[in-house]
C-alpha cells in the first residue's frame, strides 16, 4: 500500500514532509533496500524452485538407472517398473491431490467468506469445530471412517482428505478477510461501491496471500496423506512405498519416497506462483 492514508473527512492526507536540510524519506532508506532484497531473494527463489525440481527428477532418474535391475530378483523390477506401476501410482497420486484441493477451495472459501458476514458469524465457531473434526481424528481412523460410509476407492480417499485439509483454508479465508483495514471498506461503501463489488475488489484482493497460503498448507498436507490411499484401495505412491517396507528393499523405499517429494515441491511451486500473481499489485 502507498503512504497515503483516509482521515475522518475522507480526504486524502500525506505525511508530513521532512525538515529542513534533511531528505524526506532518509529514515526509510535502510528498511525499503530489505524489503528490495527480499522480495529479489523470494522471486529468485521462485525461479530457482523448477530447477532444483529439475534436479530432483533428474537425480531419481540416475538413481534409478545406477541399479542393476536386470539381476535384481522379479519383485524389485516389478516395483519400478515405470509403466506398470510407477506411471499410474504418480498419476493416482496426482488426481488424489488435485482433486481433493479443488474441493477443499470451492468448499472452504464461499464458506469462509460467508462466515465472515454478520448474519453468519455467530455460526462460526461451530462450523470452525467440524473443520477442525478433521485434523482432530488420526488420518488412518478418517479414512477407515470414510471406507465404512463410501467403501474402497479413489474417491472415497479424495472425499477424506477434503474434510482433513479443510481447516487451513477455512481459518486462512476468515483471517484473511478479518484482517482487511476496516476504514479501507468504509471508504469505499463511502464513494458508493456495493457490499458486493466491496468483496470482490477490496476485501477478497487484499485477503489473497493469507488464503493462498493456506491452499499452499492444504495441497502439502493432501499430497502427504494421499500415501494412505493404498490402505482402502485408493491407489497411489504409497503401494510402493509400502512395497519397500514390506519387501525390505531400500531402492523401492528411496524412489517412492523421493517421487512424493517431487510432487510435494512440484505443488507447493505452483502455489507460490498463484500468490505471486494474485498477490494485488502495489502491496
Same mark, same amino acid.
Given at each position: 500500500?502507498?503512504?497515503?492514508?483516509?482521515?475522518?473527512?475522507?480526504?486524502?492526507?500525506?505525511?508530513?514532509? #521532512?525538515?529542513?536540510?534533511?531528505?524526506?524519506?532518509?529514515?526509510? %532508506?535502510?528498511?525499503?533496500?530489505?524489503?528490495? $532484497?527480499?522480495?529479489?531473494?523470494?522471486?529468485?527463489?521462485?525461479?530457482?524452485?523448477?530447477?532444483?525440481?529439475? %534436479?530432483?527428477?533428474? %537425480?531419481?532418474?540416475?538413481?534409478?538407472?545406477?541399479?542393476?535391475?536386470?539381476?535384481?530378483?522379479?519383485?524389485?523390477?516389478? *516395483?519400478?517398473?515405470?509403466?506398470? &506401476?510407477?506411471?499410474?501410482?504418480?498419476?493416482?497420486?496426482?488426481?488424489? @491431490? @488435485?482433486?481433493? !484441493?479443488?474441493?477443499?477451495?470451492?468448499?472452504?472459501?464461499?464458506?469462509?467468506?460467508?462466515? !465472515?458476514?454478520?448474519?453468519?458469524?455467530? @455460526?462460526?465457531?461451530?462450523?470452525? *469445530?467440524?473443520?477442525?473434526?478433521?485434523?482432530?481424528?488420526?488420518?488412518?481412523?478418517?479414512?477407515?471412517? $470414510?471406507?465404512?460410509?463410501?467403501?474402497?476407492?479413489?474417491?472415497?480417499?479424495?472425499?477424506?482428505? @477434503?474434510?482433513?485439509?479443510?481447516?487451513?483454508?477455512?481459518?486462512?479465508?476468515?483471517?484473511?478477510?478479518? +484482517?482487511?483495514?476496516?476504514?479501507?471498506?468504509?471508504?469505499?461503501?463511502?464513494?458508493?461501491?456495493? &457490499?458486493?463489488? !466491496?468483496?470482490?475488489?477490496?476485501?477478497?484482493?487484499?485477503?489473497?496471500?493469507?488464503?493462498?497460503?493456506?491452499?499452499?498448507?492444504?495441497?502439502?498436507?493432501?499430497?502427504?496423506?494421499?500415501?494412505?490411499? $493404498?490402505?482402502?484401495?485408493? +491407489?497411489?505412491?504409497?503401494?510402493?512405498?509400502?512395497? +519397500?517396507? &514390506?519387501?525390505?528393499?531400500?531402492?523401492?523405499?528411496?524412489?517412492?519416497?523421493?517421487?512424493? #517429494?517431487?510432487?510435494?515441491?512440484? $505443488?507447493?511451486?505452483?502455489?507460490?506462483? *498463484?500468490? &505471486?500473481?494474485?498477490?494485488?499489485?502495489?502491496?
Amino acid at each position: 500500500m502507498s503512504d497515503v492514508t483516509y482521515g475522518p473527512s475522507m480526504e486524502r492526507t500525506r505525511p508530513d514532509p #521532512a525538515p529542513d536540510g534533511e531528505p524526506e524519506g532518509a529514515d526509510q %532508506g535502510s528498511t525499503g533496500g530489505e524489503g528490495s $532484497f527480499a522480495a529479489r531473494f523470494r522471486n529468485l527463489g521462485l525461479w530457482l524452485a523448477p530447477v532444483l525440481i529439475a %534436479g530432483l527428477a533428474v %537425480g531419481l532418474y540416475a538413481y534409478v538407472q545406477s541399479l542393476d535391475l536386470a539381476n535384481a530378483n522379479r519383485q524389485q523390477r516389478s *516395483a519400478l517398473s515405470w509403466d506398470d &506401476k510407477l506411471q499410474p501410482q504418480l498419476v493416482e497420486h496426482l488426481q488424489i @491431490a @488435485a482433486w481433493s !484441493t479443488l474441493i477443499v477451495i470451492l468448499v472452504a472459501v464461499p464458506l469462509g467468506v460467508a462466515l !465472515t458476514r454478520p448474519r453468519l458469524r455467530r @455460526a462460526s465457531p461451530y462450523i470452525i *469445530a467440524v473443520a477442525n473434526s478433521g485434523q482432530a481424528l488420526p488420518a488412518y481412523g478418517l479414512l477407515v471412517i $470414510f471406507l465404512s460410509i463410501m467403501g474402497q476407492g479413489k474417491w472415497t480417499v479424495i472425499w477424506a482428505l @477434503a474434510l482433513f485439509a479443510l481447516l487451513p483454508v477455512l481459518r486462512n479465508t476468515m483471517v484473511g478477510l478479518d +484482517g482487511v483495514d476496516r476504514s479501507v471498506i468504509e471508504a469505499a461503501r463511502g464513494m458508493g461501491m456495493t &457490499k458486493a463489488g !466491496t468483496l470482490m475488489k477490496i476485501e477478497m484482493p487484499l485477503a489473497v496471500p493469507v488464503i493462498v497460503a493456506g491452499v499452499r498448507t492444504a495441497m502439502i498436507l493432501n499430497i502427504g496423506m494421499a500415501t494412505l490411499a $493404498f490402505l482402502i484401495g485408493g +491407489g497411489g505412491l504409497g503401494i510402493t512405498i509400502n512395497s +519397500g517396507l &514390506k519387501l525390505n528393499q531400500e531402492p523401492v523405499l528411496i524412489v517412492g519416497a523421493w517421487l512424493v #517429494a517431487i510432487v510435494a515441491l512440484s $505443488f507447493d511451486w505452483v502455489g507460490a506462483v *498463484a500468490e &505471486k500473481y494474485l498477490h494485488p499489485r502495489g502491496l
